[in-house]
């Protein structure tokens, strides 16, 4: 899904079918969030069984189940931070992707992974990323929608006033 939005947006952008850009925005954003919350459960359920696919030394396994039950819950947050700097770089504004995700990186997920060394606990780490995750998507889906919705609003009054 991801790696066909880029195209399906730029076109419908530069053709100012803003409907279509922001019906591809929730499409996107509901299936990756769907499917990702069902990988999500399974994950958590399952976490165990799927790290001892690839190891059997005690402690690896539960590090390695611990960071599947509590990261898994970010990946419908990683996708929907994804598709919306597909939106910032198709609709002509590559500057505002680049700058979610310098935030991202440099104040949210830097310095939350490292409350796992404040408090000698790899399980902050995961937690941190979680949190990181989370935060920085709810911004940018809230700003892209509304970069969408604007883009829909002025080709209206655009319309109306010719």
């Known amino acids: 899904l991801g790696t066909s939005l880029a195209p399906m947006i730029a076109q ?51 590090v390695g189940a611990l960071c599947l039950r509590i990261v898994s819950w970010s990946f419908a947050a990683q996708e929907i931070f994804r598709f919306s700097t597909f939106i910032y770089n198709s609709c002509n504004r590559p500057k505002m992707s680049a700058i979610y995700n310098v935030f991202r990186m440099f104040v949210l997920a830097i310095p939350l992974s490292l409350l796992a060394l404040l408090f000698e606990d790899v399980t902050w780490l995961f937690i941190g990323r979680l949190l990181s995750d989370s935060i920085a998507t709810v911004i940018i889906w809230y ?16 319309e109306t006033s010719m």
Do not use: H, Q
């Not at 409907?19 to 999500?40: C, E, P, Q, T, Y």
């Not at 399974?42 to 402690?59: H, K, N, S, Y």
């Open 12 to 62: 419908n952008y530069a053709a100012k079918k803003f409907d279509r850009v922001n019906a591809i925005r929730k499409f996107s954003f509901g299936f990756a969030f769907l499917f990702l919350m069902l990988a999500a459960i399974f994950m958590t359920f399952f976490a165990e069984r799927l790290v001892g696919i690839f190891t059997t030394e005690p402690d690896t396994l539960r």
């Open 143 to 158: 700003t892209s929608r509304r970069l969408v919705l604007r883009f829909i609003k002025n080709n209206k009054d655009e």
